[in-house]
């Protein structure tokens, strides 16, 4: 008896692929070259990549049961994935931070790690798994609520909860405990991760939204006006919470404008009968080693002061700072891809610095 395999989804590793890029080259504008983080460039990069991390995670979390409920995804297995190479990498980051001659917002000490809402830049891996718990907390009660609207609204119930801790319940006081465990990005997040469960789950309405006109250009505009907002929310007088919500709106738009760009170029690239686009294959292998890269790109930041003056007088201008930014992280990112190759070898070291299993040949 012969398994078919299920086809790849190209543009999932494709969208994965751009993200982990676009994360890059913020970090070349804010750590390599000090004291832009008020350019345009980075703004709109830091309220892109991250949403489409979680909505991807959400999407290929999503697991169905023998009775077609919501599946407990396995947290001990995510933990070895997420939380141990968090951990391990951090820990080596914090012994090489005063050596690497760069200046980080971050506080790059074993009390930022555990005290600070950023985790010295590692905030991402620890913020997903604690996702994935709330998730396996909710998946016996989305199990027994009927349909989509069921499963929306023990999703925004939860969502709910998790604002109202962080901005009305948890005393100042004890707001390092809420740090400890990134309270505030769960609730940025858990919502465009629960986008990608739910947008699984009830896969043909969701690319029924995806492939419409008017659908997509609602979502455009949404994108347009919520980017705006939650990158200078000062200009409109908004605060944290605000912020927050208009947030959603704009996770939400995100991940319908990009499901149908990487789609259509999923399926012009990698069209049947034709040699796949060389670009695609690229974003895609790339995309494929994103949390490595991740995990790894720090380690191969250096600093670049001397070019803020010129970055300076082009006004942060947007065309510069692509270029610039694009350069060095393509730099950055082949250097990382490189050392994952040299990894492979010893398992271990694969598996902690890295969160990949590396499967025995047979």
């Not at 008017?214 to 949404?222: K, L, N, P, S």
Request: hydrophobic share 55%; net charge positive.
């Amino acid at each position: 008896m012969t398994t078919t395999a299920k086809p790849r989804l190209h543009y999932f590793d494709m969208m994965k692929g751009v993200a982990i890029f676009m994360v890059v080259m913020g970090h070349v504008l804010t750590m390599c070259v000090r004291e832009i983080d008020r350019a345009p460039l980075f703004k709109f990069i830091g309220q892109i990549h991250m949403p489409l991390f979680f909505f991807i995670s959400g999407w290929f979390t999503y697991k169905a049961t023998a009775k077609g409920g919501f599946r407990i995804p396995d947290l001990n297995s995510r933990a070895v994935q997420l939380l141990l190479p968090m951990v391990v990498v951090s820990t080596l980051w914090i012994w090489y931070f005063p050596h690497s001659g760069l200046q980080s917002p971050l506080d790059s000490t074993f009390a930022g790690l555990w005290g600070d809402t950023w985790k010295n830049g590692y905030w991402f891996t620890i913020t997903l798994f604690f996702i994935i718990a709330v998730y396996a907390a909710l998946c016996p009660l989305l199990s027994a609520v009927r349909g989509a609207a069921g499963a929306i609204i023990v999703t925004a119930a939860t969502w709910a909860v998790l604002y109202c801790l962080k901005f009305y319940i948890i005393p100042a006081e004890y707001a390092v405990w809420g740090n400890a465990i990134c309270l505030e990005q769960i609730t940025a997040f858990f919502p465009a991760f629960m986008m990608g469960v739910l947008g699984r789950r009830y896969r043909d309405g969701f690319m029924a939204a995806v492939h419409n006109t008017w659908c997509q250009t609602m979502a455009m505009a949404v994108l347009a006006v919520s980017l705006y907002v939650c990158c200078w929310p000062w200009e409109f007088g908004l605060e944290g919470g605000t912020v927050t919500i208009l947030g959603v709106a704009l996770h939400v738009s995100l991940a319908l404008i990009a499901m149908n760009v990487f789609e259509a170029w999923s399926d012009r690239a990698f069209a049947p009968g034709r040699t796949p686009q060389r670009a695609a294959r690229i974003w895609e292998y790339i995309g494929t080693q994103s949390l490595a890269i991740y995990l790894l790109h720090y380690f191969f930041l250096f600093p670049m002061g001397a070019l803020r003056q010129w970055l300076v007088d082009v006004n942060l201008s947007l065309v510069p700072l692509i270029l610039f930014a694009a350069f060095w992280a393509a730099a950055i990112v082949t250097a990382v891809l490189g050392t994952v190759r040299l990894l492979e070898p010893s398992h271990l070291l694969t598996l902690l610095l890295t969160g990949k299993k590396i499967k025995k040949q047979v």
